[in-house]
Every structure is written in structure tokens, then in C-alpha cells.
């Protein structure tokens, strides 16, 4: 019986390979960054979790709040896939297009008390999450004032929505009137203007841990324009 002649498979190119190389890199990222936004939008559901929100279409849109404005995605689509009720919390938390980023946060300090309790919610839960992101591990390229900045600013736009979540608000008043940040070394009062800056033993404790974190991070590049 003949065998048939075997024939080696031609190595690939180095284009190909490169090619291939470039692919899985850029496929690589997209999945850290997909689960970068995972994560947060669920951090967001999480919080009002744990403050006693059950209600499921505001736990949606606490996870698809950011959606219009982050990506291409309109609220159409948002009602078609989650129903309108989802999709009205999203609208009253996004902020207008083609609006400069000074007016987007004037605009959420004097709209926040307008807001539907739903809506309300996962602005709370949104801004409990973003200072406690700041606060662990300020974002690359901020100076001190502007961390201090945003929980000044954050305050005015939190305090008139409590009512929607009552418990939440001893945590949001701690965070003001008591907590520090670190950076590059050095210790900051969160909000500058209410409480006393005195940092207890066990907050000393944690700020420590955010040290360590911090130099392990590289912290030099372009300032984030992240949280607003």
C-alpha cells in the first residue's frame, strides 16, 4: 500500500505571526478593560446592595448607569433590552451631551434633588464608590486640591439626595468629616472644610495599606478625567 507523500505545513510569516501576536495583544486589553467596566458599573449595584436596594430595575440601571454616556449606546436600546423603567433611571443619570465638563457638575448640584429616588439611589451609590476610589488610590496625574476638589463637590451633590437612602448618609458624613487620603506620601483630609483633620489609629492603619498599594503603581502619565 503507497502512503501518501507527506507535506510540511510552511512556517508563517513574521508578518503573520506578528499579525497574530498584535491580535491577541488588542484582545488582551478589550477583556481588561470589558472587565475593568464589569466591575465598577457592579460595584455600583453591590453598594446599594448592601444598603437594602432590592428593587431590580434600579439594581440594572445602577449596572448600566454610565452606558449612554461611555459608550455608543442609546437609550432605545437600553428600554428594548431592559424595559423603559431601566431605562428612565439611565436618562435621569446621564448627563447632557456636548456639555463641557465644568457645567456637567454644576448641573448634577442643582438637578440631584429633582431626581426620581431610584435615580437618586444609584447616584449615591455612584459617588460612594468613586470617592472610595479616590480615597484608596487617587487617579494618575491629580495634584491633592483636585482630589479634595471632588469630595467638596461630591457633598454638594450627595446631601440632597439622602432621603432617597437614609442609611447611606453615616457613611457619606464619616467619609466628609473624618477620613484622609494619601498621596505621594502624604497624608490629605478628604473634604477640607467640614469636620476635624485628626487621624485615628485604625484610620492610620489603613492609610498605610494605601501607601503600599500606591508604590507598587505606576503613578506618572497624562491626568485622568475620570469621575465626574
Known amino acids: 500500500m503507497r502512503h501518501p507523500t507527506s507535506v510540511s505545513s ?10 497574530e501576536s498584535d491580535l ?10 470589558l472587565k475593568t467596566a464589569s466591575f465598577a458599573a457592579e460595584a455600583v449595584a453591590n453598594i446599594l446592595s448592601t444598603y ?8 440594572m440601571a445602577a449596572i448600566l448607569h454610565d452606558t449612554v454616556e461611555d459608550t455608543d449606546t442609546a437609550l432605545e436600546e437600553i428600554a428594548r433590552e431592559f424595559g423603559e423603567e431601566v ?5 435621569e443619570c446621564t ?10 457638575k454644576q448641573l448634577q448640584i442643582e438637578t440631584a434633588r429633582y431626581k426620581s429616588r431610584e ?9 460612594m464608590h468613586n470617592l472610595k476610589s479616590i480615597r484608596e488610590d487617587p487617579p494618575v496625574g491629580w495634584t491633592a486640591r483636585r482630589c479634595q476638589e471632588y469630595f467638596i463637590w461630591a457633598r454638594n451633590v450627595t446631601i440632597s439626595c439622602y432621603q432617597a437612602l437614609p442609611l ?5 458624613d464619616d467619609m466628609y468629616e473624618n477620613q484622609h487620603f494619601v498621596l505621594n506620601g502624604k497624608i490629605y483630609k478628604c473634604h477640607p472644610d467640614v469636620g476635624k483633620d485628626v487621624v485615628s ?13 500606591q508604590k507598587k503603581r505606576k503613578r506618572s502619565g497624562p491626568a485622568s478625567s475620570i469621575y465626574y
Not at 510552511?10 to 499579525?19: E, L
Not at 491577541?24 to 478593560?33: P, W
Open 10 to 19: 510552511p512556517s508563517p510569516s513574521k508578518s503573520a505571526t506578528t499579525s
Open 24 to 33: 491577541t495583544q488588542t484582545m488582551s486589553h478589550a477583556a481588561i478593560i
Open 52 to 59: 437594602g436596594v432590592t428593587y431590580l430595575p434600579t439594581l
Open 87 to 91: 431605562a428612565n433611571i439611565v436618562e
Open 95 to 104: 448627563d447632557p451631551p456636548d456639555t463641557s465638563y465644568q457645567m456637567r
Open 119 to 127: 435615580a437618586q439611589q444609584v447616584k449615591l451609590a455612584d459617588k
Open 168 to 172: 447611606i448618609e453615616i457613611a457619606f
Open 201 to 213: 489609629e485604625a484610620e492610620m492603619v489603613e492609610l498605610k495599606q494605601f501607601m503600599c498599594v
